[in-house]
């Protein structure tokens, strides 16, 4: 099973703005209210908030009954997420017009047109159908959508879901070790003895820059600075979702079905700047190699191929061709690799996209042999 989050924007009268703006609104407030008393209670329990809370919602903010519980669905959900990740316990604040719709409850959807709930009654809006039209098959299923209001647009984001059949490993006829790093974002190693590179020099400029710029904000400490800094942020994340998208894409749609990419687990590499040079360590510590994995999974897995992680112990010190470990057969200054037993040279990071085809091919003997 597989979930996308389909994006979508939302064209609105100016005579329905004013609903849609009012019931959004309404539905920020009221998280906000609901926030207070969880921070000040710590209770996460959605029946006993229901109890304690749902006429008070329906009551003081002018919310429907489905709205008034995906208030507290939202709001939970905001503070578990802030749990999980370990961040110490502080008030949340919702700051955008948003409003959370359950499917067939607050809204619908066909392929002409969409319906929402608000607050002053239900309103038929147009959508931009050509960003949805392949949903529509019946194959996918809807999930509980987020109504989002930026750059002075609407923009519905839909969590859609559809069941894919997993690849086999028996069927799996082409391996792609994929190396992730700074210079080179991927690179890639496949069964035919093919290495493709894809250049990281325009991202880790681009990165630089915002760092520097960073830097000087910081340094004033003044409100406008803060608000800068929050803005420059926030369009950093979207750049570096960007590239991964791309990237990503170019990589389903360059092998075919029954295509097995191997890649290395980095989920600790955040724990591992020690070993990653002073100037390239917010580069490298900061990209978004998990996320990069997110969607390489989900799109192989509409693509008929499959994503697997192995340990990166030794993959990029390990000479492909003799098997001969040693530290001192790469350099780091000059992106080399020299084998120091038989003498074999290549680009380092091909060397690890190499190794890690290598560790696919072994991760496929051990599964269908058991040894």
């Known amino acids: 099973m597989s979930t996308i989050t389909a994006k979508i924007q939302i064209y609105v009268a100016d005579s329905q703005a004013e609903s849609l703006m009012i019931?959004?609104?309404?539905?920020?407030?009221?998280?906000?209210?609901?926030?207070?008393?969880?921070?000040?209670?710590?209770?996460?329990?959605?029946?006993?908030?229901?109890?304690?809370?749902?006429?008070?919602?329906?009551?003081?903010?002018?919310?429907?009954?489905q709205m008034a519980?995906?208030?507290?669905?939202?709001?939970?959900?905001?503070y578990k997420s802030a749990k999980s990740n370990h961040h110490e316990w502080t008030q949340i604040e919702f700051k955008l017009p948003e409003y959370d719709l359950v499917w067939n409850r607050d809204y619908s959807l066909t392929q002409n047109q969409?319906?929402?709930?608000?607050?002053?009654?239900?309103?038929?809006?147009?959508?931009?159908?050509?960003?949805?039209?392949?949903?529509?098959?019946?194959?996918w299923k809807f999930g509980t959508?987020?109504?989002?209001?930026?750059?002075?647009?609407?923009?519905?984001?839909?969590?859609?879901?559809?069941d894919f059949a997993e690849l086999d490993i028996v069927d799996v006829n082409n391996i792609v070790g994929v190396d992730l790093g700074i210079n080179f974002l991927a690179t890639t190693y496949d069964?035919?003895?093919?290495?493709?590179?894809y250049n990281g020099n325009a991202v880790k400029h681009k990165r630089g820059q915002l760092k520097a710029t960073r830097?000087?904000?910081q340094m004033r400490r003044t409100p406008s600075a803060r608000k800068k800094l929050k803005q420059m942020g926030q369009r950093e994340n979207r750049y570096v979702t960007d590239v991964n998208h791309q990237i990503t894409k170019a990589l389903v749609d360059k092998y075919?079905?029954?295509?097995?990419?191997?890649?290395?687990?980095?989920t600790g590499i955040r724990n591992a700047t020690e070993k990653v040079r002073v100037k390239d360590r917010y580069v490298s510590v900061s990209w978004a190699?998990?996320?990069?994995?997110?969607?390489?999974?989900?799109?192989?897995?509409?693509?008929?191929?499959?994503?697997?992680?192995?340990?990166?112990k030794y993959t990029s010190q390990t000479c492909p061709k003799c098997g001969h470990i040693a530290r001192e057969n790469r350099n780091k200054k000059t992106h080399t690799f020299c084998c120091k037993n038989c003498q074999y040279q290549s680009n380092d990071d091909r060397i690890g996209a190499m190794n890690l085809h290598r560790k696919g091919i072994e991760y496929i003997g051990v599964v269908t042999t058991g040894i």
């Open 23 to 65: 019931t959004a609104n309404a539905y920020r407030k009221a998280c906000n209210w609901l926030s207070a008393y969880i921070f000040e209670t710590k209770n996460l329990n959605q029946l006993q908030l229901n109890n304690l809370y749902y006429t008070d919602l329906r009551n003081k903010f002018g919310l429907k009954s």
């Open 69 to 78: 519980q995906s208030v507290m669905k939202t709001v939970i959900a905001r």
């Open 114 to 139: 969409f319906s929402i709930n608000t607050i002053d009654g239900r309103l038929k809006l147009k959508f931009e159908r050509q960003a949805m039209k392949r949903y529509f098959n019946g194959s």
């Open 145 to 162: 959508a987020k109504l989002v209001y930026k750059f002075n647009k609407w923009f519905l984001h839909i969590p859609v879901t559809k």
């Open 191 to 197: 069964s035919k003895g093919k290495t493709t590179f």
């Open 215 to 217: 830097k000087q904000l």
């Open 256 to 266: 075919p079905k029954g295509t097995m990419f191997v890649l290395e687990d980095l």
């Open 289 to 312: 190699f998990y996320q990069f994995r997110q969607m390489l999974e989900y799109k192989a897995e509409m693509y008929g191929q499959k994503v697997i992680v192995v340990d990166p």
